[in-house]
């Protein structure tokens, strides 16, 4: 089966939107897309990347508190 434009198109889209990608980051990397800028689109996606990374690490941070709390209930029971 021959993968058209507008699938290639479709699944563009929806890699987006299941990274997590809001309307303006999806609007402006299609933008992109439409001048041929790759280099831009690369650094797009490294940038939101590198924010879903801090996110991920400041949820960890939270985590090991709570794991902590945890801890030190069940030591003083």
């Not at 434009?5 to 609007?27: F, P």
């Not at 996606?45 to 069940?74: G, P």
């Amino acid at each position: 089966m021959m993968t058209t434009k507008l699938d290639s198109e479709q699944l563009l889209l929806r890699n987006l939107k299941d990274a997590g990608c809001n309307q303006d980051l999806i609007e402006r990397f299609l933008e992109l897309e439409e001048a041929g800028k790759k280099q831009e689109q690369l650094h797009l996606l490294f940038a939101y990347r590198a924010d879903l990374l801090e996110k991920l690490h400041m949820s960890q941070n939270k985590l090991d508190c709570l794991d902590y709390l945890v801890y030190e209930i069940r030591k003083n029971k």
